[in-house]
């Protein structure tokens, strides 16, 4: 008896950080990988020589929810972090700090072709993401 609650007090420690994780929008690489999404899609809205990948953009999306999946997030939670509005402006966001540390401000489209063009020779996802049309 002792044996089978020692087992179970073992388990239930192991089960723990499973229950503990932390909310979608705060896990590291889901928010990374976003994160370089909402830069490409930024470029490509503000560079004409740039486009987007899409089909490459979808199974980056794929893999990512995936990836969510395994963490333990239900189908739920992925979902309504995808689609919340607050979580887009955020991201938008941060995609628009990261760019204009990079030197890329809205007006300026030869700055978000340069990064975009410096982000494909890097092979970066944000350069995976991108098409140069030059």
Same mark, same amino acid.
Request: charged share 25%; net charge positive; proline share 4%.
């Given at each position: 008896?002792?044996?089978?609650?020692?087992?179970? $007090?073992?388990?239930?420690?192991?089960?723990?950080?499973?229950?503990?994780?932390?909310?979608?929008?705060?896990?590291? @690489?889901?928010?990374?990988?976003?994160?370089?999404?909402?830069?490409? /899609?930024?470029?490509? /809205?503000? !560079?004409?020589?740039?486009?987007?990948?899409?089909?490459?953009?979808?199974?980056?999306?794929? &893999?990512?929810? /995936?990836?969510?999946?395994?963490?333990? @997030?239900?189908?739920?939670?992925?979902?309504?972090?995808?689609?919340?509005?607050?979580?887009?402006?955020?991201?938008?966001?941060?995609?628009? $700090?990261?760019?204009? &540390?990079?030197?890329?401000?809205?007006? &300026?489209?030869?700055? @978000? !072709?340069?990064?975009?063009?410096?982000?494909? $020779? &890097?092979?970066?996802?944000?350069?995976?993401?991108?098409?140069?049309?030059?």
């Amino acid at each position: 008896m002792m044996k089978s609650l020692k087992i179970a $007090a073992l388990s239930l420690l192991m089960a723990a950080p499973a229950l503990a994780r932390e909310p979608i929008n705060k896990e590291a @690489y889901i928010n990374q990988t976003l994160l370089q999404g909402f830069i490409a /899609d930024q470029i490509a /809205d503000n !560079c004409p020589t740039m486009k987007p990948r899409k089909l490459r953009a979808l199974n980056e999306l794929v &893999k990512l929810r /995936d990836y969510a999946l395994t963490k333990g @997030y239900s189908r739920a939670e992925v979902k309504a972090f995808v689609e919340s509005k607050t979580e887009k402006a955020r991201g938008k966001a941060e995609a628009a $700090a990261w760019l204009k &540390k990079q030197g890329a401000v809205p007006g &300026k489209a030869s700055a @978000y !072709c340069a990064v975009g063009e410096a982000e494909i $020779a &890097k092979n970066s996802l944000i350069g995976q993401l991108l098409r140069s049309t030059r």
